[in-house]
Structure formats: structure tokens, C-alpha cells
């Protein structure tokens, strides 16, 4: 590690945490459900979609229209997967996707998770690009931000029945935030060499004489969404490692930025609509903490280098190249690495089936924690505010007290629920990875033996369940087990965990907001900063030990005794 | 019912149209009309003719070119250094005895160690046009040797062709293997 590498670290996470305190501003009338002076555009848009915005949903009538905007979203995304080979916009003649890929891959785009069993280049066209997966990557991070804002109200405001309109939101969050957003990100992205043309490829003869093809596409404005709404599904099978969506260095730091920022911004939004700014800087602490844990153990153990090639011959100045691009360097792609999993995005600029063992259990438990640091556009906020929940409650236990969080009294139906939502990421995790790691059909997808093998199988669960999407490319995804329960761990990390949240939301909606007292702990301070990672640690990270033990850790200690498998 | 199925169909629909075709089609067009090279894969032209691009990694195999990185992509299942279609890394595991065999034999074609590491081991998309100065370095003499050129000619151009980090900061810094070995074309 050096001084300059540490430098490059902190220039983008500046960037970030300045970028998000205007944002987190600009989003607060979104938050409120205010449409300030673009209401008059959206108005012709509701009447015509026979949407009455002045109409708010309780708890149950929210999370009904998302669960029927997202149930549509599947459907026609699946569809067109199936057809793309008879519609339009396909230079390359792909046919329409089998089955079980159209399955994983339409609940993959749905649920935020981008989860890819394809390679973009070799099974996708334009249009299933452009009019289904990009599609999906703007409305299913909208539909995060919407369900975050249905839950800022609910611990912001006191005695309310109603949530907001779920169309209303997603519509402004698409419209007048991530589509913006995306547009001016996707210039840039272009300015720096991704490419953005309806050719499907280039061919030409090289110096030596030899053929080479070169894939092209609509790529820049996709790749710009894929970050800024944590999706991070790649536009090419190689993702942000892939020299035409990751051209420089300056493009991932552009990533790594866009796909932080609005996790980032909505804590603050929070901290603003609450009346508390610091509580929203108090959750964007504990995010910036264990990112910088992360990207710290991710940069130190690669740049250390691998002893048994090092062994065999390898100059250690340049660390752990295997799976590494050259041109973003060690620290930018440690930074990439630990935010693309701690936000949920799921986009890679190296491959982590070749990180170190230790380097590769960074990404991975960063997933298993809950997705929630920063977590996925909304869903990040939601999950963390599920933590600070549960963090008031435990302490709340240590003195006896009825918790409270905001001045709202945390009781038993709030905590049952949130557990109920906690577990559900354990058991989709550690029960589907169980059940493939004894099921022949699904053990022939590993392709490296020993303790590394079963870290293949449990990062592709832990990925799904959490809607990551990144993965251990080692392991061979396009199977129909693996296809199909991978696709169920998706569905059941998005939906069976944001029920019960609206659930909360629902139930804590309608109680008063209590003045603070003098025993109410405080919950806008370094403290409770401290209390909430550690909860974090404990009831996100705790379960995960002995698989980590089986996996990334055996792998650590045999490397070390000189063992290969 | 119809409260929630008007409102879902009609926004996806809509969203799809707006999202999915004008957007992205109205978007092509201003990339095509401000950044026409970016936007086609930054092709590098001689004489009037496409020779790769300056983003992607080109295989190399004569003894009188600067060579890249290792490569892991493959062609219809078989090994095929560069093929740019199906980038793809070995995605083989830090305790690989795989991927140990084939540093070791990597190691062993370019003389013995130490060698820089880029030399010996794949990227990640296997289309990674760069190599280090220390890699490039290394190649000197072998090249210089085939061509018939001094050493200390090919040596000062490798030198000219370094990349410092982007904007002095971000990055590492590199050579880009296409863009040198058109220079060492031109070189007489």
C-alpha cells in the first residue's frame, strides 16, 4: 500500500460524500411528495395513466402497486428475452434466451440484482438491451428510491395512516433523478470511450495480419444507470473490466462514484425530512467506516501478492495480478471492489474468483451483511434503518427501557417484523448453498476444487439473496438448478425482505413522534454510531462465520502451509 | 383491481418507450454527432484502414512486436489469446495449482524469474491493452535483436510511449501495447 494509493481512495470517496449533500438536499421535496414546480409536467403523464397523485396508499395499498409494477416488469422483460430473435434491433441474429436464462435473468433485472448467466456480447441484442434490461435498471432502482421515501415518512412523520402514492414516486424518481442523471453520467462515460452505437461489432485485420472483432452497442447510456442505480449488470460479459466499459481509470473512479452517490445522498435526504440531520450522517458514518474497512483489507492482502507465485517467479511490486486490469491500478480497484458489494451494484473491474482468499471474503461478507453499507439505491437506506431498529431495541435491553428510534417507541411487532426480515438473507443463503453443495447437478457447475469451490457456491447464493449480482466466475451459472434457485434466492432477498420493512413502516407511521427525554438514548452521535456497527457485525455478519470458516479462511491457512488444489 | 393494473401497465409501457427506445436512440445521436470516434470503440486507423482499437488488447505473437498480457479468452471452447468477442478472465482461484502450472510455465518461456507480474498471469476481461514499463523493458532485447535495431532506440521509445497515472493521480502507469508497436513500425 502507499501514501498515493490511499490518495486516489479518498479523492473518490470526497467526491461521493460532496456530491451527496446537494443531492441529498435536491431529493427532499421527492422525499416530502411534493412535486414543486415539475407537477405540472407529470400531471398530463398521471392522467393518462389513471393515477390521481393527490391519493395516498397505507402501508398494504403501497406495497400491493410495487409487488404489481414489478410482477409486470417480470412479464414483459420475460418476454422479450424469449423473442428477442424475431424482433428488430438485433445486428448479431441472437435467438430468444431458453427458458430458465429468461427466468434468472428477467427476476435478476427486476429485483435489482443483476445477476448476469449470459454474456452481454454473445446472447443479447440491442433491443433487449436497450427496451428490457436497461428498462428494468432505471425502474427497479426507482423502485428502491420509492419504497425508501415510503419509509423516511414513516419515521419522519406522527400519526399517519398513509405512506404516499408508490406511483407518484417511482415516477419522479425515474424521471426527474435518475434519468437526468444518467444522461449527463452516459456523455461523460462516452468522452472517456465507452461506445454508444447501433453497430453490432467492427471487424478489422490486425498488424500481423490476424482477424480481430471488435463488440460495439448502445453501451455508454446503459453502463451510466448500471452504476448510478446499483444494478451493476455489465453491458459486456466482462463488466467494468471490459476495456469498452471500463476504458481508464477515470472511468472506474466515475463508477465507483456514481454507484455510491445516491445511497449516500438518501441518508441525507433522511437525516433532513426526520429534522435531524445528524441522524443521517450518523448511518452515512457507519457506511463510510466499513467501506474504507473493506477497500483497506481488499488493497493491503492484493498488493501483498500471492506467496505461491511469487514463489514461482513473480516480481511482487505489481501484487496479485491474476484477473486484474492493468490501467486502474490496485487502488481504485480495491475501492471498486469493496463499494460495488457493499452498495448492492454488483459490477466488477477485476475478477474476485482470483482475488487472495482474504481479498475475495471482503466483497463476499460485505454482501452478507445486509446490503446496507451502502446498500442498493433505497433499498440500502431501508435495510440500514431496519439495523437502527434492532441496534435500539439491544440497547433498549442492556437498560431496560422501551427503545425508541426518532421519537418513535420501537415495540414487540416492530423488532418480530424486522427480524423476520433479517433472516430471511441467512436462510436463503446458507439453505440454498447447503442443499448445492450436496446435489451432484449443482456441485459440476465448480470449477475450483477444495475450500475455494465451496466459496464459488456460497458468494453466487450470498449474491443473489443479497441482489448483488457479482459473482465468482468460476462457477458455470447457466444450469436449470442453479438458474431457477438462484432466481428464487433473488425474489425471496427482494420481496420477503421488504414486506415486512413496509410492514414497520406501516405500524410506525401511525404512532406520535415522543418528545426525547432524559433516557432516551441518543441516537444522532458517535455512540450509536458505534452500537449500530457493531449490530451490523453481529446479527448480519455472525451467521456467516462457519461457512466463512469452510471457504475463504480454510482457503487463507492452506495457502499459506503451500497447499494447491 | 383496475387501481393497480391501469397504473402499472400504462407506466411500463410508457417508461419502456421513453426509457428503452427514445432515450437511448435520441442519446446514439448525440454521441454520434459530438464523439463519433469514441463512440464507434476508438478505432486506430493506418492508412486509412481500422488496425484495432486503442481501448482493446490485440494479440501479438511474432518475436519482433511487444507482446500483451496473457490472455484466458477462448474461441468455441478452445484457447484463443484476445478474441475480443468473449472477453473472460481464468477466474481460477489463488490456490489454483491450475493456475500455479501456468505461471510456472509462463515464467519459464520468458527466461526465469522475477518477471514483472503482468507478464505472467491474465487479466480480467483478457482484452487488456496494456502492459507495465517493466514489461515492455524486458521485451527490449528480444525485439531490438529481431529487427536489427539498437537497443537503446527501441529502450527510448518504449520510454516515450510510458502513461503516467491519469491526471498525475488516478491509475497505473502503463504502456499501451498497440499504440507502441505502431511506432516501432515506423521505426527504421
Same mark, same amino acid.
Given at each position: 500500500?502507499?501514501?498515493?494509493g490511499w490518495?486516489?481512495?479518498?479523492?473518490?470517496?470526497?467526491?461521493?460524500?460532496?456530491a451527496?449533500i446537494p443531492l441529498?438536499r435536491?431529493?427532499?421535496?421527492m422525499?416530502r411528495g411534493?412535486?414543486?414546480?415539475?407537477?405540472?409536467l407529470e400531471r398530463?403523464?398521471?392522467?393518462?395513466c389513471?393515477?390521481?397523485?393527490a391519493q395516498?396508499q397505507?402501508? $398494504?395499498?403501497y406495497a400491493?402497486a410495487?409487488?404489481?409494477?414489478?410482477?409486470?416488469g !417480470?412479464l414483459?422483460?420475460?418476454?422479450?428475452?424469449?423473442?428477442?430473435?424475431m424482433l428488430?434491433l438485433n445486428?448479431?441474429?441472437f435467438?430468444g434466451?431458453?427458458?430458465?436464462?429468461a427466468?434468472?435473468?428477467?427476476?435478476?433485472?427486476?429485483?435489482n440484482?443483476?445477476?448476469?448467466?449470459y454474456?452481454?456480447e454473445?446472447?443479447m441484442s440491442?433491443? *433487449?438491451?436497450?427496451?428490457?434490461?436497461?428498462?428494468q435498471n432505471?425502474l427497479s432502482?426507482?423502485?428502491?428510491i420509492?419504497l425508501?421515501?415510503?419509509v423516511?415518512r414513516a419515521?419522519?412523520?406522527g400519526?399517519?395512516r398513509?405512506l404516499?402514492n408508490?406511483?407518484?414516486?417511482v415516477?419522479?424518481?425515474?424521471l426527474?433523478?435518475?434519468l437526468?442523471?444518467s444522461?449527463?453520467?452516459?456523455?461523460g462515460?462516452?468522452?472517456?470511450?465507452?461506445?454508444q452505437?447501433?453497430?453490432?461489432?467492427v471487424?478489422?485485420?490486425?498488424l500481423?495480419?490476424? $482477424?480481430?472483432?471488435i463488440?460495439l452497442?448502445?453501451?455508454?447510456f446503459?453502463?451510466?444507470?448500471?452504476?448510478l442505480?446499483?444494478?451493476?449488470?455489465?453491458f !459486456?460479459?466482462a463488466?467494468?473490466?471490459?476495456?469498452?466499459?471500463?476504458?481508464?481509470a477515470l472511468a472506474?473512479g466515475?463508477? /465507483?462514484w456514481?454507484?455510491i452517490?445516491?445511497p449516500?445522498?438518501?441518508?441525507?435526504?433522511f437525516?433532513?425530512l426526520?429534522?435531524a440531520?445528524?441522524?443521517?450522517?450518523v448511518?452515512?458514518?457507519v457506511?463510510?467506516g466499513?467501506?474504507?474497512?473493506?477497500?483497506?483489507?481488499v488493497?493491503?492482502?492484493?498488493a501483498?501478492?500471492?506467496p505461491?507465485?511469487?514463489?514461482a517467479?513473480?516480481?511482487?511490486?505489481?501484487?496479485n495480478?491474476?484477473g486484474?486490469?492493468l $490501467?486502474?491500478g490496485l487502488?481504485?480497484?480495491?475501492?471498486?471492489?469493496a463499494?460495488t458489494?457493499?452498495?448492492?451494484c454488483?459490477?466488477?473491474n477485476?475478477?474476485l474468483d482470483?482475488?487472495?482468499p482474504?481479498g475475495g471474503m471482503v466483497?463476499l461478507?460485505? /454482501?452478507?451483511?445486509?446490503?446496507v453499507l451502502?446498500?442498493?439505491?433505497?433499498s440500502?437506506?431501508?435495510?440500514?434503518?431496519l439495523?437502527?431498529?434492532?441496534?435500539?431495541?439491544?440497547?433498549?435491553?442492556?437498560?431496560g427501557?422501551?427503545p425508541?428510534?426518532?421519537?418513535?417507541?420501537?415495540?414487540?411487532?416492530?423488532?418480530?417484523?424486522a427480524?423476520?426480515a433479517v433472516?430471511?438473507?441467512?436462510?436463503a /443463503?446458507l439453505?440454498f448453498t447447503?442443499?448445492?453443495?450436496?446435489?451432484?447437478?449443482a456441485?459440476?457447475?465448480?470449477?475450483?476444487?477444495?475450500?475455494h469451490g465451496?466459496t464459488?457456491?456460497?458468494?453466487a !447464493?450470498?449474491s443473489?439473496?443479497?441482489n448483488?449480482g *457479482?459473482?465468482f466466475?468460476?462457477?458455470?451459472?447457466?444450469?436449470?438448478w442453479?438458474?431457477v434457485?438462484?432466481?428464487?434466492?433473488?425474489l425471496?432477498?427482494r420481496f420477503?425482505?421488504?414486506?415486512?420493512?413496509?410492514?414497520?413502516?406501516?405500524?410506525l407511521?401511525?404512532?406520535p $413522534?415522543?418528545a426525547?427525554?432524559?433516557?432516551?438514548?441518543p441516537?444522532g452521535g458517535?455512540?450509536?454510531?458505534g452500537?449500530?456497527? #457493531?449490530? /451490523?457485525l453481529?446479527l448480519? #455478519?455472525?451467521?456467516?462465520?462457519?461457512a466463512?470458516?469452510?471457504?475463504?479462511l480454510?482457503?487463507?491457512f492452506s495457502l499459506l502451509?503451500g497447499?494447491?488444489f | 383491481?383496475?387501481?393497480?393494473i391501469r397504473?402499472? =401497465?400504462?407506466?411500463l409501457?410508457?417508461f419502456? =418507450?421513453? +426509457?428503452?427506445v427514445a @432515450?437511448p +436512440?435520441?442519446?446514439?445521436g448525440?454521441?454520434q454527432?459530438?464523439m463519433?470516434g469514441?463512440?464507434n470503440?476508438?478505432? @486506430?486507423?493506418?492508412?486509412?484502414?481500422?488496425?484495432?482499437?486503442?481501448l482493446v488488447?490485440?494479440?501479438f505473437?511474432g518475436q519482433e512486436w511487444?507482446?500483451?498480457r496473457?490472455s484466458?479468452?477462448?474461441?468455441?471452447?478452445?484457447?484463443?489469446a484476445? %478474441?475480443a468477442m468473449a472477453?473472460a478472465?481464468?477466474n481460477?482461484?489463488?490456490?489454483s495449482a491450475a493456475? +500455479?502450472?501456468?505461471?510456472?510455465?509462463?515464467?519459464?518461456?520468458l527466461?526465469g524469474?522475477?518477471?514483472?507480474?503482468?507478464?505472467?498471469?491474465?487479466?480480467?476481461?483478457?482484452?487488456?491493452?496494456?502492459?507495465s514499463?517493466?514489461?515492455a523493458a524486458?521485451?527490449?532485447a528480444?525485439?531490438?535483436?529481431?529487427?536489427? =535495431?539498437p537497443?537503446?532506440?527501441?529502450?527510448?521509445? @518504449?520510454?516515450?510511449?510510458?502513461e503516467?497515472?491519469? +491526471?498525475?493521480?488516478f491509475?497505473?502507469?502503463?504502456? %499501451?501495447?498497440l499504440a =507502441?508497436?505502431l511506432?516501432?513500425a515506423a521505426?527504421?
Amino acid at each position: 500500500m502507499t501514501w498515493q494509493g490511499w490518495e486516489q481512495v479518498a479523492l473518490v470517496l470526497l467526491a461521493a460524500v460532496l456530491a451527496a449533500i446537494p443531492l441529498g438536499r435536491l431529493m427532499l421535496p421527492m422525499a416530502r411528495g411534493d412535486g414543486g414546480a415539475l407537477a405540472a409536467l407529470e400531471r398530463p403523464l398521471f392522467a393518462a395513466c389513471g393515477i390521481d397523485p393527490a391519493q395516498a396508499q397505507s402501508w $398494504r395499498g403501497y406495497a400491493l402497486a410495487m409487488l404489481a409494477f414489478n410482477a409486470g416488469g !417480470f412479464l414483459l422483460l420475460y418476454a422479450l428475452l424469449r423473442l428477442q430473435g424475431m424482433l428488430p434491433l438485433n445486428p448479431q441474429g441472437f435467438d430468444g434466451l431458453p427458458p430458465a436464462l429468461a427466468f434468472n435473468t428477467a427476476v435478476s433485472f427486476v429485483t435489482n440484482t443483476n445477476w448476469q448467466a449470459y454474456s452481454g456480447e454473445a446472447a443479447m441484442s440491442h433491443l *433487449s438491451q436497450m427496451a428490457g434490461l436497461a428498462v428494468q435498471n432505471f425502474l427497479s432502482a426507482a423502485t428502491g428510491i420509492a419504497l425508501a421515501f415510503a419509509v423516511m415518512r414513516a419515521f419522519a412523520g406522527g400519526g399517519l395512516r398513509r405512506l404516499g402514492n408508490f406511483w407518484v414516486d417511482v415516477t419522479r424518481a425515474t424521471l426527474w433523478l435518475l434519468l437526468p442523471l444518467s444522461i449527463l453520467l452516459g456523455l461523460g462515460f462516452v468522452a472517456l470511450g465507452i461506445p454508444q452505437t447501433l453497430a453490432g461489432s467492427v471487424e478489422l485485420t490486425t498488424l500481423e495480419g490476424a $482477424r480481430q472483432t471488435i463488440p460495439l452497442g448502445p453501451a455508454a447510456f446503459q453502463v451510466a444507470i448500471k452504476h448510478l442505480g446499483t444494478n451493476g449488470g455489465g453491458f !459486456f460479459g466482462a463488466n467494468s473490466a471490459h476495456p469498452l466499459e471500463g476504458p481508464n481509470a477515470l472511468a472506474t473512479g466515475l463508477q /465507483i462514484w456514481a454507484q455510491i452517490v445516491i445511497p449516500f445522498a438518501l441518508c441525507l435526504t433522511f437525516g433532513h425530512l426526520a429534522g435531524a440531520p445528524r441522524q443521517g450522517r450518523v448511518l452515512l458514518g457507519v457506511m463510510l467506516g466499513f467501506l474504507l474497512a473493506g477497500t483497506a483489507v481488499v488493497y493491503a492482502v492484493e498488493a501483498g501478492g500471492n506467496p505461491l507465485h511469487l514463489a514461482a517467479g513473480l516480481d511482487p511490486a505489481l501484487g496479485n495480478m491474476e484477473g486484474k486490469e492493468l $490501467r486502474f491500478g490496485l487502488p481504485l480497484t480495491a475501492l471498486f471492489t469493496a463499494t460495488t458489494t457493499g452498495a448492492s451494484c454488483g459490477a466488477v473491474n477485476a475478477m474476485l474468483d482470483s482475488l487472495m482468499p482474504l481479498g475475495g471474503m471482503v466483497p463476499l461478507f460485505l /454482501i452478507q451483511l445486509g446490503e446496507v453499507l451502502p446498500g442498493g439505491v433505497g433499498s440500502g437506506l431501508y435495510g440500514m434503518l431496519l439495523f437502527a431498529l434492532l441496534a435500539v431495541f439491544v440497547a433498549g435491553l442492556m437498560v431496560g427501557r422501551t427503545p425508541e428510534y426518532l421519537g418513535k417507541k420501537v415495540q414487540a411487532r416492530e423488532v418480530k417484523l424486522a427480524m423476520l426480515a433479517v433472516l430471511v438473507l441467512p436462510l436463503a /443463503i446458507l439453505g440454498f448453498t447447503a442443499v448445492s453443495l450436496v446435489l451432484p447437478a449443482a456441485t459440476a457447475s465448480i470449477q475450483d476444487a477444495g475450500p475455494h469451490g465451496l466459496t464459488e457456491m456460497l458468494y453466487a !447464493f450470498s449474491s443473489a439473496a443479497g441482489n448483488n449480482g *457479482s459473482a465468482f466466475g468460476g462457477l458455470t451459472a447457466d444450469t436449470p438448478w442453479l438458474d431457477v434457485t438462484l432466481g428464487i434466492a433473488m425474489l425471496a432477498g427482494r420481496f420477503a425482505y421488504v414486506v415486512p420493512v413496509m410492514a414497520i413502516a406501516g405500524s410506525l407511521a401511525a404512532k406520535p $413522534r415522543l418528545a426525547e427525554g432524559p433516557g432516551t438514548l441518543p441516537t444522532g452521535g458517535l455512540l450509536f454510531g458505534g452500537l449500530l456497527a #457493531g449490530v /451490523i457485525l453481529i446479527l448480519g #455478519g455472525l451467521q456467516f462465520l462457519p461457512a466463512l470458516a469452510l471457504g475463504p479462511l480454510a482457503e487463507h491457512f492452506s495457502l499459506l502451509a503451500g497447499k494447491t488444489f | 383491481m383496475t387501481a393497480i393494473i391501469r397504473p402499472a =401497465l400504462s407506466l411500463l409501457a410508457g417508461f419502456t =418507450l421513453l +426509457l428503452g427506445v427514445a @432515450v437511448p +436512440l435520441a442519446f446514439t445521436g448525440v454521441a454520434q454527432l459530438l464523439m463519433p470516434g469514441a463512440a464507434n470503440g476508438s478505432l @486506430v486507423l493506418r492508412e486509412g484502414r481500422p488496425v484495432g482499437s486503442a481501448l482493446v488488447g490485440q494479440a501479438f505473437t511474432g518475436q519482433e512486436w511487444f507482446q500483451p498480457r496473457p490472455s484466458a479468452t477462448l474461441a468455441d471452447g478452445e484457447a484463443a489469446a484476445y %478474441n475480443a468477442m468473449a472477453g473472460a478472465a481464468s477466474n481460477l482461484g489463488p490456490s489454483s495449482a491450475a493456475l +500455479l502450472q501456468a505461471i510456472e510455465g509462463r515464467v519459464a518461456g520468458l527466461g526465469g524469474g522475477p518477471v514483472p507480474a503482468d507478464a505472467a498471469t491474465a487479466s480480467a476481461s483478457g482484452l487488456d491493452p496494456h502492459v507495465s514499463p517493466e514489461n515492455a523493458a524486458r521485451q527490449v532485447a528480444r525485439i531490438a535483436a529481431a529487427r536489427g =535495431l539498437p537497443a537503446p532506440r527501441v529502450a527510448a521509445l @518504449v520510454a516515450e510511449m510510458t502513461e503516467g497515472r491519469e +491526471l498525475g493521480i488516478f491509475g497505473a502507469p502503463r504502456v %499501451n501495447v498497440l499504440a =507502441l508497436n505502431l511506432r516501432l513500425a515506423a521505426l527504421r
